[in-house]
């Protein structure tokens, strides 16, 4: 796969464009309070529909360059564990420390890097990436009951969880018409 929209970005653009599909899933799995269980299935739902985004979208260069090398086991581990490293010190950098103050951030950073996408890539590109996150953001979402016992009773998408998704699906709509 050529890596020709890659070049369109600096460094930092592709670090926003391509860690902003984990940081929303992320965020997302912090929204709820899924237990111990829960957040794994959380954070399973979160691996699995970032990955589907590549059969979701097989044309779609951005999304495939993106996920370029995530079969590999390893290489995938080493990415995402530079991403975590450069995020984790972003985020003492800035000083955050509540739930409220991530979601802001990651909603911020979201929004820069779908603005890059809108001014860098195809129309077509851009939309799809838009439906991958915000389809990741609801995977995860619905992955875990929050509120029951033992996995029993609760809710499927918990409060915060949908006041989340509305502000995730208010930035991607202002974000793609600005």
Same mark, same amino acid.
């Given at each position: ?62 999304? #495939?360059?993106?996920?370029? /090398?995530? $079969?590999?086991? +390893? !290489? ?8 975590? @490293? ?61 509120? #029951?016992?033992?996995?029993? /009773?609760? $809710?499927?998408? +918990? !409060? ?8 995730? @699906? ?9």
């Amino acid at each position: 796969m050529s890596n020709s929209i890659r070049d369109k970005f600096s460094d930092e653009e592709w670090f926003l464009v391509s860690s902003a599909p984990s940081l929303i899933g992320a965020s997302m799995a912090k929204a709820g309070k899924s237990g111990f269980l829960g957040t794994i299935k959380e954070a399973m739902a979160n691996m699995k529909s970032l990955m589907s985004g590549k059969n979701e979208y097989p044309d779609n260069e951005l999304i #495939g360059c993106i996920l370029q /090398g995530a $079969e590999n086991f +390893s !290489e995938a581990k080493e990415k995402a564990s530079l991403y975590r @490293e450069k995020l984790m010190a972003d985020i003492k950098n800035k000083n955050i420390k509540t739930n409220g103050e991530f979601q802001n951030y990651m909603l911020e950073n979201c929004g820069k890097a779908m603005k890059l996408i809108k001014a860098n890539c195809s129309a077509t590109e851009a939309s799809q990436y838009g439906q991958w996150v915000k389809s990741v953001a609801q995977k995860v979402a619905e992955s875990a009951s929050e509120g #029951g016992f033992l996995g029993f /009773g609760g $809710e499927q998408v +918990s !409060e915060n969880e949908k006041v989340l998704l509305t502000k995730i @699906e208010g930035m991607l709509k202002t974000s793609t018409n600005a």
